[in-house]
Each structure stands twice: as C-alpha cells, then as structure tokens.
C-alpha cells in the first residue's frame, strides 16, 4: 500500500478518472461521510459544465479551481485497505468520530489526537490541548509535517486521511487551512507540486474577470489594513522624498491593481505649489495576456480620474515575467524627472539568486526613494519542517485575520483564500520549480538593501500617524509597531506585514 509514496499515484486520477470518485460506486456506502458525497457531484459538475448547479453557495466562479481537491478521495479506500484488523486505529473507529463531526464547526473529540499520538510533543501542549480549545488543525498539520519530515510513510498516509475527513475549504478557518494545506501535502509527497500549482494557476486565470478581481480588492481593503497600511505608508514616504519636484515618475512593482494611486493623485492636486506631472510605469509580472489588458483598462480609469482631480498625467504598462531581469531601457527614465520605486509585495517573487540583482538594478537607477512592503515571514528555510512551521504561523494569522473580516461564504473571502492555497503549494511543494516563492521577513530585506547600498529612511511622525489614523477605521485587534528597519501591521500583537522606505547611499 505505498502506492501514495510512488508515481504511479500521481498518474492515479489519469488512470483512473472516476473509478473511485464516481458517487454511484463508493458513497452509497453507510460508512462514507457526507463531504464525499459533495466532492463527487462537484466532480461531476467539473466535468460536465451544464450540470453545474447555479444556486449552491459555495461560488461558482472558483468550482474549475476546486478540482485539485478530488485527489485527495483515494485515502479513504487506501486506508482502509491498509489498517484492516490493526485494530486500535482501524476505519470503523475513525468514520465513527467522522459522522459526529462531519464538515461542522464543531471541535473534534480531542481523544482522537490522543490516540493519535499518547506521547504527544510538550511544545505543542498536552494532547488535544488545542483541539479543545478549537485549535487543532495545527496539531494535527505540525504532526503530519513531522511524519513528512522522517520520511514515515505509513503514519503520514494515516495522519492525511484524518485531515482530509475532518477538513472543508467552505468550513471554519481551522478546516479551511487542514484543507489547503492538506493539498500541499500531498503535492509533496507525490512530487507534482509544479504541476498543481500550474493547474491552479490556470484555473484561475481561466475564471479571472475584472469586475471579480475589482469587488475583491475594494472589498478587502475595506475590511483589512493588509494592503491599505503598505499604501498609506509608502505613499507618505514619496510624497515627503519628492515635495518641491515638478516632474515625477513612479516605477510600481506590485500586485493591487493602482488601488493605492488615487489618494496620492488627491494629495498632488491639493500641494501648496503648483501642482506637478505625474507618469506611472506600472510593471506586470503575469504571463497571461489578459493581466495586460487588465492593466491598461485601470490606465485609461487612472486617466480619468487624474484628468478630474486636475494632474497631468501619464500611464505606461510593461511586461517583464522575471523581475531579475528588468530592462531599464524599457522604463525610459528621464533626468528631468524625480524617480520614486515602488515595491509591494513583488520582491517575494522574484527568485532568491536574483534579488540582489534586482536591488543593484534599482540602485543603478538612481531614484529619490524605494519603497518595500513585504510580509513579515521567514519561508527561506531548506529545512522542511523549519518552512512549513513558519508557514503555517504566517497563514494561520491571516486566514484569522479573514475570519473576523468577512462573513464565512464571502465569495471576496474565498478568492483571497484561494490565493493563498496556491501560495502554500507554492511553498510547500515546489522547491525545485523556477515558480518557488521564498519570501523573507524584514529584517533579511533591510540586510539586502543595505548591502546593495541604500540606507534606511525613516517614516516622519506624520506618516505614522496616517497609519495609526488608518487603523482606527478597522475592527480592534489592527496595532503597529516599528524598529530601525521600518514599521510593522500587527494583528493581535503579532507581526504580519513590514513596510519600509529607502534611500540611495550617495
């Protein structure tokens, strides 16, 4: 029964394409829980377009990237097969503890971690600790990375097919990330981690839309300071770096869209002075054509709105998919004109041996101020056990952070965990692909800048207390906190994103 630990299974589903999901054959079954029943008609849904049922909740502009979760059904008959007669830990028992906690918010009973493992580790705290405090999908998921780690391939298959019966990625935020991360898992030990993490992404840009991505960013911003504390920091940052300048030019390397230029539009048409022009360069990394197309659409809106708050104004996109390799020519940089670069959340993608690279190109541009807004976790480790823990620390505080911003079927909530899902196949599963996300924390990117020969530039008091003025607006539990390397977003008094500002060392 090492099948799950060959390659023969990850060619299973190829092999096999409904035999074992096909809901005529096996969920019938007394024994089968309930979710098996709804990931087959999913299934099916998947396959036969017209089938798809309009009015279930559960978002139908994300069912084609739901087909990735179908490769986990094969654990249940695996285990099955493989525990009969070894009594203690046998099917019987555990479909039992299943049907009193089939895909609800309910705690597990915490007995199923103790029998799980009776020596539980101290650190983690006694057994079912957590569990009884709602908190067991860590244990569970740190249990199985271990297993994963040592390579125990009968314990691992074990601990899988428990996260794979009490977890939904439409349940509460602890059956939400034993769900993702449970797929990262098994892109793991099957060694098709690119491969997922390509059908993922394909998935996505298949059922991408504008007006989605639109009512996502708006809505996320709304309720969360992730992406608006790095804007009103950074936009601070360049105001004060370019004051007096009557021609400016900013280079944006990031991942939202323009939504953070319109209060910096707003604040240029109300400078005491005359009001100065403005040229965005806007640098896409995605591959797929309608990022470009998407792109210029929010130009011709950026437009607009310049053209209403009364800034001159100029847009350009390019397309550079390896930011390593940014051609300078193309950013066309004039001497007359003041050079601001933006960084948001785009350095993690570029890959480890180019970001020095990337950091000596900016510095070779000479500009007034970089700003770099980065998250605020280590996921450097080649140690596997060291990356999944820091991993799971940084997703867990997001996915908490969604779970007291959005209600639990907000179709805006879902995409945003999505992404996240393809990130921890990212980081997890792929670390021999050229598409391996490394993000570092703050301080590991203060040591690069400084290095490739920038200084710090301190945020001034007034964008501090823009950013304690912003978090005002959202739900308790938003703080920051600084040190000489920048200003940190925290969530329940833990840090989660850094942003920081820098200046050439002349």
Request: net charge neutral; proline share 3%; hydrophobic share 45%.
């Given at each position: 029964m090492d099948r799950l630990f060959t390659s023969r299974l990850a060619d299973y589903q190829s092999e096999h394409p409904l035999s074992c999901f096909n809901s005529n054959k096996n969920c019938e079954d007394a024994d089968t829980p309930r979710h098996i029943d709804s990931y087959n008609n999913h299934l099916s849904q998947f396959v036969v377009p017209s089938r798809r049922d309009k009015s279930r909740q559960c978002n139908s502009f994300m069912e084609d990237e739901d087909f990735s979760f179908k490769q986990f059904l094969p654990f249940k008959e695996m285990f099955n097969s493989n525990q009969t007669g070894k009594g203690t830990t046998g099917p019987n028992q555990f479909s039992s503890t299943r049907a009193t906690s089939s895909r609800s918010s309910e705690v597990p009973d915490p007995s199923l971690f103790s029998e799980l493992n009776p020596s539980f580790p101290e650190e983690f705290g006694p057994a079912g600790s957590r569990c009884v405090n709602g908190r067991w999908a860590s244990n569970l998921l740190l249990e199985c990375a271990r297993a994963i780690a040592q390579n125990e391939k009968s314990r691992t298959q074990h601990l899988l097919w428990m996260l794979n019966e009490l977890s939904s990625p439409y349940g509460d935020c602890e059956q939400k990330l034993a769900s993702y991360f449970l797929q990262a898992f098994f892109c793991k030990i099957t060694d098709t981690g690119p491969r997922c993490y390509t059908t993922l992404c394909s998935a996505a840009d298949k059922t991408y839309s504008f007006d989605s991505t639109r009512k996502m960013i708006l809505k996320f911003q709304e309720?969360?300071?992730?992406?608006?504390?790095?804007?009103?920091?950074?936009?601070?940052?360049?105001?004060?770096?370019?004051?007096?300048?009557?021609?400016?030019?900013?280079?944006?390397?990031?991942?939202?869209?323009?939504?953070?230029?319109?209060?910096?539009?707003?604040?240029?048409?109300?400078?005491?002075d005359d009001t100065p022009h403005l040229r965005l360069t806007t640098v896409v990394t995605s591959k797929e054509a309608?990022?470009?197309?998407?792109?210029?659409?929010?130009?011709?809106?950026?437009?607009?709105?310049?053209?209403?708050?009364?800034?001159?104004?100029?847009?350009?996109?390019?397309?550079q998919q390896h930011l390593h390799k940014l051609n300078v020519g193309v950013l066309k940089i004039r001497p007359d004109e003041a050079l601001a670069i933006n960084c948001i959340h785009s350095l993690q993608r570029v890959s480890k041996n180019g970001r020095d690279?990337?950091?000596?190109?900016?510095y070779s541009m000479n500009p007034k101020i970089v700003t770099v807004i980065e998250d605020e976790v280590d996921l450097s480790h080649e140690d596997f056990g060291a990356c999944f823990s820091e991993c799971l620390r940084f997703f867990s505080l997001f996915f908490d952070s969604l779970e007291e911003s959005f209600s639990r079927t907000s179709n805006e909530r879902l995409m945003l965990e999505r992404t996240?899902?393809?990130?921890?196949?990212?980081?997890l599963a792929c670390e021999d692909s050229e598409v391996y996300e490394r993000r570092e924390k703050g301080a590991q990117w203060a040591w690069r800048l400084k290095e490739a020969g920038f200084i710090h530039a301190a945020f001034s008091d007034d964008v501090v207390d823009d950013v304690r003025a912003l978090l005002k607006r959202y739900k308790e539990g938003w703080g920051h906190c600084s040190n000489s390397d920048g200003l940190f977003l925290t969530w329940k008094e833990q840090c989660a994103i850094w942003a920081s500002a820098w200046k050439p060392c002349l």
């Open positions: 309720s969360s300071p992730w992406t608006t504390f790095g804007h009103v920091a950074a936009n601070g940052a360049i105001l004060e770096a370019l004051e007096g300048e009557m021609k400016l030019h900013i280079v944006d390397l990031s991942n939202t869209f323009c939504t953070q230029w319109p209060t910096l539009l707003e604040a240029l048409a109300t400078r005491s309608t990022a470009m197309k998407v792109m210029k659409e929010i130009g011709q809106r950026m437009e607009k709105f310049a053209r209403l708050m009364g800034v001159p104004f100029e847009f350009s996109v390019i397309h690279s990337i950091l000596s190109t900016f996240s899902a393809r990130s921890i196949v990212n980081i």
